[in-house]
């Protein structure tokens, strides 16, 4: 060789390599041996491939048979591939190489130029990471601007498919029966092309992890997506409250289209996404909650005036009742009334449960045995064509609350499965313990311990619009005359009022499973209270009558004066304490609590306490909020109260006061 070639041929920054006709290494530059770690005159006569890593040899030797039978000039980068390069000790590094064919006297010679671009490549890497970084926080700053997630969602596939220069980025999400699919949004994706299966789909949600698809020719994991089988995809689940609802795919015709940083972009956007959808959740359960309240406050109120209505119409009655001793049709009529007279009741008991405004007794409950009192029952009430199963986790805590109360619900949630089976299924009704932590709760529920009955069953389900709306009072499906729409809802204010929270699950054609969490206590269980019975027969004492609704009052006396009480009455705290001065032989002293303007009842009760300690005080009440938070230092009488109750009442508390004074 020339000297002046040769010093050349050193001189040059690049490295170069002369090859031979059956791809011989015939001369390397000293940039040549450096870069690729041999040592001078190591590299001459060795086969070209050897400066290549094993397993991309012989598609190498096919190329370069086919570049030699047409050689031409091949500039740096003109593949668009990146090449690598295999250094003496093993290591690899990304290279550009131009190619071109050199004459000459040995036979033909090919001239490779090559650069180490690992550099380059790097700061590519950091553009790109770059960009990527910059689209997470622009879905994020579009996510806090608008409103509606839907806004946000729509924008997404486009700017991913731009941003990873990829054909195909879709949002989709199990439908609530966990069978079909929903397009939340999606870029290029074609209903014929790439049809979705909704069974791979569930299964990879249910497994909840992501499922990468590097090329669908060499390993293929089952992709929901039908793919071209040169293709890559990756699927990300969206997670909400541990459970995976969609997911986010991205899918191109090309393999390995997904590096680190592409799926890296994928995860921060799905996550983005599943934190939107969370808020949403929350927002939609928080406006549920306050929706519910607001007609818990005005039925409340309704519930209230009603009492009153109904105490004075079914005092009437009862008075009526004594009037027409042995007049057959006249008390049939008034029987007929008073039956009307205890349904409103129940009505209205049932909306007070719904505003919280029922008087509880909570206690603690064991709910294996309570479910075992309610299971005869329940078996007679449902008839043969359904089946109740019960399943009660051993060990369980007590539950803190109104015994019958939750005996109640129970038979509303178990008639309500009933209606949902007209043809028959099975009613399950089971009891366990759980732990309510902060990723479950979604505020709802304070997090702790809670026993949990769920009673599902095997019915209709509800659509949609039913299950936004079942636990509103009068809400009702059901013909006229067969639901009140108030089953619900009365277990949902008894779920609330007791501390606990209600829930349902139902979806179109399959089944209902409504879970009641209920405050867990460590105390002992208590066995059932012994009902006190007893006849209403009056020693002749005085009782003073305190009540502002004259309709009322006279009802009370009556019903007192009926039984050979003496009674004093009057309308206002100010005047029973007046009387109670001047009347040393007031018995007894019966209040209603709510007392209009001035001083309540229980203010009066306090207040006769102090003036005369040993006076067996009795308070009244439709207005059961009052009653809860006022008077649990004295005996109450649920409003409105039959003749029998106020005297056995009455009757009770002024035997307890003659034993306390001996006398
Ligand atoms: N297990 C269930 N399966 C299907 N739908 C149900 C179920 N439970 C309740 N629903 C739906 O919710 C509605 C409201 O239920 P809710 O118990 O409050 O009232 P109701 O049963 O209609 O009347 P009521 O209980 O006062 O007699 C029902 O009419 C029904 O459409
Ligand atoms: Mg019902």
Redesign the pocket.
Known sequence: MEPLFSGLFDAVPDALIVVDGQGRIAMANRQAEQLFGYAGGELAGTEIEMLLPEEARGRHRGYRAGYMAKPHLRPMGATGQTLVGLRRDGSQFPVEIALSPIDSDAGPRYLASIRDISETQRARQALVRAGYDALVARIGQLALETENEVGVLGEVPDLLADALKIETVAILALRPDRQTVEIRAAKGLDADRNPVDAGIFAAALESGASVIADDFASSAPPFPLRHDSAGSGALIPLIDRNRAVGALIAYSRQPRRFDHDALHLLQSVANLLAALAQRRHTEEQLAHAQRLDALGQLTGGIAHDFNNLLTVMSGSLQLLELETEGRAEMQELIATALRSVSRGAELTSKLLAFARRQRLLPQATDPRVLLQDVELMLRRTLGNAISLRLDCESDLPAAFVDPTQLEAALV?LA???R??MPQGGEIRIGARQVLVDSTRSSGELPVGYYVLVSVS?T????SPD?LAR??EPF????ESGR???????MVYGFAKQSGGHLQIN?AQGRG?R?DLYLPVTHAAAQGAAPASAGRATSGGETILVVEDDPAVRNIAVAFLRSSAYKVLAVASAEDARQVLLDTPDIALLFSDVMLGSGRNGKELAEEARQLRPDLPILLTSGYEEHAISGAADFDLLRKPYRREQLLATVQRLLAAAVRIDGS
Do not use: E, H, I, P
């Not at 639901?483 to 809802?489: A, F, I, P, Q, R």
């Open positions: 509303n008639l309500n499965a209606d949902a069953d019915g209709q389900g509800m039913t079942a636990m809400f009702t499906t059901k639901g009140s729409g108030l089953g619900l809802s139902s209902t409504v």
